[in-house]
């Protein structure tokens, strides 16, 4: 079983022209879409819905509507896994202790979470993965999660695309004596 994991799209309209073509290619192959939050609008949610089995949850950016209509938490069962979707479960970029606890607390052996806009994969007794955001990026590339299950054991990788990165990656990238002049 394949499952594509986003969050964050921050999208006003559609999808197609803002999301990656590779991105989107993913999408169509996945047996799962998981979206853990901040689509921003109910027609982001149609159309990845109309790609392939969408499980999601709503964010603290997406309209009224959508809201109600999504839960703020989710847990779905997938290739003999309880993996477990939620907007906001870490602190920080740095600290998902948090979410490592919130995990357990929802009894799910893989936690999907969004918010904050970059990805991380964690392993302990349970899995913390937050895909990042392949629109909006924090402090790294845009990006999305793949995971593959089977058999009940789960393997991942984050995916990066090209597109605009993080104003702090930009600056980290350039930052040297010829950018400040005067400095010898």
């Given at each position: 079983?394949?499952?594509?994991?986003?969050?964050?799209?921050?999208?006003?309209?559609?999808?197609?022209?803002?999301?990656?073509d590779?991105?989107?290619?993913?999408?169509?192959?996945?047996?799962?879409?998981?979206?853990?939050?901040?689509?921003?609008?109910?027609?982001?949610?149609?159309?990845?819905?109309?790609?392939?089995?969408?499980?999601?949850?709503?964010?603290?950016?997406?309209?009224?509507?959508?809201?109600?209509?999504?839960?703020?938490?989710?847990?779905?069962?997938?290739?003999?896994?309880?993996?477990?979707?939620?907007?906001?479960?870490?602190?920080?970029?740095?600290?998902?202790?948090?979410?490592?606890?919130?995990?357990?607390?929802?009894?799910?052996?893989?936690?999907?979470?969004?918010?904050?806009?970059?990805?991380?994969?964690?392993?302990?007794?349970?899995?913390?993965?937050?895909?990042?955001?392949?629109?909006?990026?924090?402090?790294?590339?845009?990006?999305?999660?793949?995971?593959?299950?089977?058999?009940?054991?789960?393997?991942?990788?984050?995916?990066?695309?090209e597109?605009?990165?993080?104003?702090?990656?930009?600056s980290?990238?350039?930052?040297?004596?010829?950018?400040?002049?005067?400095?010898?």
């Open positions: 079983m394949k499952i594509i994991a986003i969050s964050d799209t921050h999208i006003k309209d559609t999808i197609f022209g803002r999301l990656q590779r991105l989107l290619m993913m999408l169509r192959k996945a047996d799962i879409i998981i979206h853990a939050g901040d689509f921003v609008t109910q027609q982001v949610y149609d159309e990845l819905s109309g790609i392939s089995r969408l499980e999601a949850v709503h964010g603290n950016m997406d309209e009224p509507a959508l809201v109600r209509k999504l839960t703020e938490r989710k847990v779905i069962k997938a290739g003999g896994l309880r993996v477990g979707i939620v907007h906001e479960a870490a602190l920080s970029i740095q600290d998902t202790t948090g979410a490592r606890y919130m995990a357990k607390e929802m009894g799910a052996d893989l936690l999907i979470f969004g918010h904050i806009h970059r990805p991380v994969i964690e392993q302990s007794d349970v899995i913390v993965a937050c895909p990042g955001s392949p629109t909006s990026p924090r402090l790294s590339e845009p990006s999305a999660l793949e995971l593959i299950i089977e058999d009940g054991e789960v393997s991942g990788r984050i995916v990066t695309f597109g605009a990165v993080c104003g702090s990656i930009r980290a990238a350039t930052f040297g004596s010829d950018t400040f002049p005067g400095n010898m």
